[in-house]
């Protein structure tokens, strides 16, 4: 006797085929909940969907939204000694490196840690020589989607681009894995360091880990925001809007914008930080 599909399921089923082969699905809202009811009909499990909603968020932020900014990369002077290039792969544990001129203001490519590791091997008679391993460095712009990014990386073969802001200039520089963590969350190995919750991006703008907690966004900002029922920043963020907000929501909480870069069905992950006008420039 052929075993038959509980009721839940094959009504998810039902209605999924006919969703998705008999009426147009019109905003991404209608997708989410239908992910939604296959979660709870057990179709799919909570990964499955936090993985689905996760690539879904890529075309709706942009590069600046995660990247590495200028401030916090990891670079190699295109004049450094053998010595000098070893000691910053060390300490650093990447594995791409951009190379730029003296003044730091122009990328001449990416060498990868194998390159020189590769020289190590070697007789070792000459100074290492990156010229001899400079690969192309790919140049994007800071409003680029992360989707789009995903997409020239798998085209051109491609784990790191160097963004420009609008003038041209270096703003910072972005991995793949940058945009994989998007998706399926933090990727860390045995060699990643605690990274910092707070980043500066200068003028005005902070990316900051919804789960930072309150006591350590005071101590940065000097301020002290405060929650009756939550003890990080994401906390008091649900807390403003009464609800777990969607991506790209804004609201403006005791002197401070808070942007929802980064969430899920559960928890918020990104956000995006300034200060009010009032608290930037009292007098005006």
């Known amino acids: 006797m052929k075993e038959e599909h509980p009721p839940s399921i094959l009504s998810f089923l039902q209605r999924l085929k006919k969703q998705f082969f008999h ?5 991404s809202n209608e997708l989410l ?22 690539t879904m968020q890529l ?13 916090k990369m990891v670079i190699i002077e295109h004049n450094a000694k053998t010595k000098d290039f070893l000691d910053v792969m060390i300490k650093s544990a990447h594995s791409r490196f951009p190379v730029f001129n003296s003044q730091k203001n122009k990328i001449k490519g990416v060498v990868l840690a194998k390159d020189l590791l590769g020289y190590l091997a070697g007789d070792r008679k000459k100074e290492f020589s990156y010229k001899e391993y400079l690969r192309p460095s790919i140049l994007v712009p800071e409003s680029k989607t992360l989707g789009a990014l995903l997409r020239d990386f ?20 972005i991995t793949l894995e940058d945009v994989l963590e998007q998706i399926v969350g933090e990727i860390e190995d045995e060699h990643d360091m605690e990274e910092d ?13 919804a789960n930072t907690p309150l006591e350590e966004f005071n101590e940065f900002f ?51 930080v300034k200060k009010a006008p009032d608290i930037i420039n009292p007098e005006g």
């Open 23 to 27: 009426q147009a699905l019109h905003s």
């Open 59 to 71: 075309e709706n932020m942009e590069v600046r939204d995660v990247m590495v900014p200028k401030s």
């Open 197 to 209: 919750n707070i980043i500066d991006f200068g003028g005005g703008r902070y990316l900051l880990k």
């Open 222 to 272: 000097e301020v002290s925001l405060e929650t009756d029922n939550a003890d990080t920043v994401a906390g008091l963020v649900v807390s403003g809007f009464t609800y777990l907000p969607e991506q790209m929501s804004e609201i403006t909480l005791q002197g401070f914008h808070f942007k929802v870069l980064k969430t899920d069905s559960r928890r918020l992950h990104l956000l995006e």
């Open 154 to 173: 798998q085209q051109k073969k491609s784990h790191m681009a160097i963004v420009m802001d609008e003038y041209g200039e270096i703003a910072g520089l």
């Open 33 to 54: 909940q239908v992910l939604k009811e296959a979660e709870e009909s057990h179709v799919i499990d909570s990964h499955t969907r936090s993985i689905i909603e996760g």
